[in-house]
């Protein structure tokens, strides 16, 4: 597990597509299988995915957006959102992340955000927080963030 880890932080560094993509095929691999993991794992998974996550979505490049997006996608495709709380969790917590200085990192996060619709009307809680975060986030200095929420 930590070699693996320690690969994909590499990747990520590297800031070129096809790591990008390698490192979000191999997280999204690793936490759609985790479901049959014991809770005991998990929490190890958890505590070394979450920064990796928090680092790898502070340095999304415009063409990694998609990779990751897609790799979220891949996670929470036909799956029991019950299941998959830890990563509902993380993704919530991209919104309330504090908004940064560059507009391309804000979209790539609120487009990440995005990718819980797999989950429809089953997080009603966690869509009520996103829709608040986003009526504050529509007085946003950057046109290109509010246009991108607004949409």
């Not at 966690?126 to 986030?137: E, T």
Request: charged share 25%; aromatic share 10%; net charge negative.
């Amino acid at each position: 597990m930590e070699q693996l880890n320690a690969l994909i932080r590499v990747d990520i560094k590297e800031k070129q597509e096809a790591s990008q993509r390698v490192a979000a095929e191999i997280v999204a691999g690793m936490i759609r299988e985790s479901k049959y993991w014991t809770l005991e794992m998990l929490d190890e998974l958890w505590s070394k995915l979450t920064p990796f996550l928090n680092e790898a979505c502070k340095n999304l490049s415009s063409e990694a957006v998609l990779d990751w997006c897609y790799g979220f996608w891949l996670i929470m495709a036909d799956v029991d959102p019950r299941r998959m709380y830890r990563v509902i969790e993380f993704m919530h917590s991209l919104i309330n992340t504090p908004s940064t200085t560059n507009t391309l990192i804000e979209t790539s996060r609120w487009h990440l955000v995005q990718k819980l619709e797999n989950f429809e009307w089953r997080i009603p809680a966690v869509w009520h927080a996103i829709d608040d975060h986003a009526k504050d986030m529509l007085a946003h200095p950057y046109k290109s963030v509010r246009e991108y929420i607004a949409s």
